[in-house]
């Protein structure tokens, strides 16, 4: 029978939170069974595929059906967006360049932050994780949740972590992760079903948005999705504030 091949692995930088804690930070070896592949090994030591963007093996960039051998010193590298590695095979054939994202059921928080800061968002209770992949490839998204099972489907391509636990902070870890900050557009989405707002002219404000409201206020949106209207009142100064702390430096 053929014997098990010895591969050195390193991990870099956040994906060592996957990891048991006797291998983070540090080199280990594992035994592979014969025809191994680098994604094969990468996911049976805890890390979803979809957090790393790149593997070398003995120095050389690889995709993730790369076999490993005997010997094999395989380094494994988180998503770096902020950073300029054309020159490299990365794992993905192409990365994601207009950021779309679907959060899982758990993330809602974290949705409406990413919304109020103008980001493509999809959050919804009822879909199950078929269904997430399947709109996730279907549009283009990245997936977000703290489910490491759901990053591990097979077909799923591009996908975050969330490590936080608090919306607030899984949120400024996003916006970090990707340097997404110089892409926000505060207030151009629904908080609510996500779809695009629009500006509207006083006149044609609906009678649901109380008299005193339309009085005070010159600038409303509405959304093209729900048709909910939005106007700058005490409750967008609060989220105004946050957003502030939310995308500052």
């Known amino acids: 029978m053929p014997h098990e091949a010895t591969v050195t692995f390193r991990f870099y930088e956040e994906l060592n939170d996957f990891l048991a804690p006797g291998h983070r930070k540090r080199d280990f070896t594992r035994p592979c069974v014969p025809g191994a592949t680098v994604k094969h090994m990468i996911e049976a030591l805890g890390v979803p595929h979809t957090e790393v963007e790149l593997v070398l093996v003995n120095g050389e960039s690889v995709g993730f059906g790369r076999v490993l051998h005997v010997g094999d010193r395989v380094a494994v590298y988180p998503v770096f967006e902020a950073f300029d590695v054309a020159s490299l095979v990365r794992v993905r054939a192409r990365p994601l360049r207009a950021t779309r994202f679907l959060a899982d059921a758990h993330l809602g928080g974290l949705a409406r932050l990413l919304r109020m800061a103008g980001f493509d968002t999809l959050c919804e209770n009822a879909w199950r994780d078929e269904e997430i992949v399947r709109r996730a490839l279907a549009e283009r998204r990245v997936v977000l949740t703290r489910d490491r099972a759901l990053l591990m489907r097979r077909e799923l391509t591009h996908g975050c972590y969330v490590h936080a636990q608090e919306p607030f902070r899984q949120a400024r870890e996003i916006l970090d992760r990707l340097d997404l900050r110089r892409a926000a557009r505060p207030f151009t989405r629904c908080l609510v079903c996500n779809a695009p707002l629009r500006r509207i002219d006083t006149a044609d404000v609906p009678a649901s948005v109380p008299p005193g409201v339309r009085a005070r206020h010159d600038r409303f ?29």
């Open 221 to 249: 949106a509405a959304c093209q999705g729900c048709g909910r209207v939005y106007w700058e009142g005490t409750h967008w100064k609060r989220m105004q504030d946050r957003l502030d702390a939310l995308l500052g430096a």
